[in-house]
């Protein structure tokens, strides 16, 4: 004599092995994706957001692409010189000049040739006629 | 008398906890109650291992809504009905299962040993089972297969007590008759 329980058990014993694999595939499962096994139970607010948040998750995706392309334009920018400040590194005809007889100056005293520098010393037009007739 | 889940020292508070050595244990425990529950409501072995498996992950997805951890097996149990109940959607067969007896449901002795099969008897009761409505068969079986009390079988198959109560009176009644020929 049996139980009903004992006479299904038994009727379905053979399927035995083939749930072992199954729940075997199924922990195996688990151990790869932990976070299935979370504490916290899933209230019907945060449910509801997950629902939003996946039904719009093409626009999100679409935003977040559009905010990606900006981003890309902005560092573009910002990395090439803008114009006002490539002016500012250009130096001027006056500081140029000034430059250029400071160097001419250094080398003549470092060559000694002092009177040299006296008739190579650009002056003005009316010194150098007053020099003339002095002469 | 069988020991039944709600009595057992279930590891279901270190499952929640993500604990996979508990999820074995208790999929251990329930692998081959829940077939034989599900194979004899949908005939099917291949059918019968997916609902076990899908059960079993959504068990393990939504562990945060069993509110009761002594609960653990019936609400394994309603897991795998519903599933059940989807499948007969899809093949449009579920007209069985939403018939609802229209008697008041009357008083039985709750006792799953009262019914002892002979081995004889055996083949005649599988046959008798099958022949049951959906309805009638899956009450029947949680109350044979898991000794689930009427509100339990009640919460799991989503059906009133007192429908569950008809159904089980009727079912009983069908097989006490095989078993005393």
Redesign the interface.
Known sequence: ?????E???E???T??P???T??Q???A???KA?A???????SAPRSSWRDLLWSLRWHLAGLSAAWLVVLVLNIDHSQAPSPVLAKQNIPSPQQLLTALRENRRQVLEMTGARAVAGVLEARPRSEVAAAVKMA | M?VVAEREQLPVAQ??????AA??TL??RY???L??YV??LVHD?QT??DI??ES??NA??????LREDAKFGSWLFGIAHQKCIQRWRKQARDEALREELAAAPPDFEDD??E?????EQ?AE??KLLNQLPPAQRSVL?LH??E?FSLEEIAGITGAQLGTVKSRLHYAKKALRNILET
């Open positions: 004599m049996k139980t009903p329980r006479l299904f058990f009727r379905h014993r399927a035995e083939k749930l072992d199954l729940r595939k199924t922990i499962g688990l151990a932990p299935v096994n979370s504490r916290t139970r899933p | 069988l499952a929640r906890a993500g604990d996979t999820w074995d999929f251990h692998q081959l109650p077939y034989v194979f004899e072995e019968s291992l076990v498996q079993f992950i393990a997805r939504h562990i945060g809504s799953p040993a019914f002892l099969i002979r081995a055996e009761f599988m079986l044979f297969v000794e």
